[in-house]
C-alpha cells in the first residue's frame, strides 16, 4: 500500500542553524501539507501546496519557513534559523485531490514524522 | 475561530464492549470530517471520513454525523487493547482555498483486558 515517507525520523540541531525536513508523498497525489504538533498539544497545520506553489498557509508559517518540491518526487520543509520553540514533531501528509466542490475535502494521509529537537 | 472540540478523557472501557468517542464542531458549513488515530509518539493514521448525515460503517468502526447538532461521533464495536490511543477529529476550516485541517485535543482511549 502506497505511503507518505519521511527524513529524518529525527533531527537535533543547534538554535539558529537550518534544517531542512523530507518528505516523499505518495505518488499520484497532487496536494501536500506540513504539519506540526508540540509535544502534549494539538496537530497544527503550517502550509499546503499544490501545482508547485503554497495554496494556504496558517499564522505559524512565517519568513523563517519555506517549502519546495525539488524534483518529482520530494516536498520539503525547511527552517532557516531554528528556535527553540520550534522543537516539535514534524507530519507530511498529502492528498490526492484538494477541496472539491461543494465543500468536500479528499482525505490527507500522514508520513510517520520527523522529530525535530532544537537545543 | 473555528473550533474542533473533542473530551481529552481518558475514556477507559472493558475489551469487548463499544467505545463511543465524540467531537463537536463550530463551523455549521462544514462539510467534511474525519476520525485519525494516533498512538503515542507515532503519526496520525485515518480510520474513517464522512460527508453526509448518518452512519457509515467500515468494519469494527462507524461514524456519525449530525450537522443539524453539529457533532460527529465515532463508535468502535469489540474493542481490542490495541484500539488503546488517541483519538482526533479534524474537519477543514472554511474560506479561501481552505485545504488546512483544523484539529481537535484527541480522546484519549483506553481498553482494559
Known amino acids: 500500500e502506497p505511503e507518505v515517507t519521511q527524513t529524518p525520523s529525527h533531527q537535533v540541531t543547534q538554535m539558529g542553524q537550518e534544517v531542512i525536513l523530507r518528505c516523499v508523498p505518495i505518488?499520484?497525489?497532487?496536494?501536500f501539507y506540513w504539519y506540526r504538533q508540540i509535544l502534549g498539544q494539538k496537530v497544527e497545520f503550517l502550509v499546503s501546496f499544490y501545482n508547485n506553489e503554497i495554496s494556504e498557509k496558517s499564522e505559524i508559517f512565517d519568513d523563517q519557513f519555506s517549502v519546495e518540491r525539488p524534483d518529482g518526487s520530494n516536498f520539503t520543509l525547511k527552517i532557516r534559523s531554528t528556535k527553540l520553540e520550534d522543537s516539535a514533531m514534524y507530519f507530511c501528509?498529502?492528498?490526492?485531490?484538494?477541496?472539491?466542490?461543494?465543500?468536500?475535502?479528499?482525505?490527507?494521509?500522514f508520513g510517520p514524522g520527523t522529530r525535530l529537537t532544537v537545543l | 475561530q473555528k473550533e474542533v472540540e473533542q473530551n481529552s478523557g481518558p475514556l477507559s472501557v472493558p475489551e469487548g464492549a463499544i467505545a463511543s468517542l465524540n467531537c463537536t464542531y463550530s463551523?455549521?458549513?462544514?462539510?467534511?470530517f474525519f476520525w485519525y488515530r494516533q498512538y503515542s509518539g507515532k503519526s496520525p493514521e485515518l480510520i474513517m471520513s464522512i460527508y453526509s448525515n448518518g452512519d457509515k460503517e467500515d468494519g469494527r468502526f462507524t461514524a456519525q454525523l449530525n450537522k443539524a447538532s453539529q457533532y460527529v461521533s465515532l463508535l468502535i464495536r469489540d474493542s481490542q487493547p490495541s484500539d488503546s490511543a488517541t483519538y482526533l477529529c479534524a474537519a477543514p476550516l472554511r474560506g479561501g482555498s481552505n485545504y488546512q485541517l483544523i484539529w481537535g485535543a484527541g480522546t484519549k482511549l483506553i481498553i482494559k483486558p
Open positions: 501528509a498529502s492528498s490526492l485531490n484538494g477541496a472539491r466542490g461543494s465543500g468536500i475535502h479528499d482525505e490527507q494521509f
Open positions: 505518488s499520484n497525489h497532487l496536494y
Open positions: 463551523d455549521r458549513g462544514s462539510q467534511s
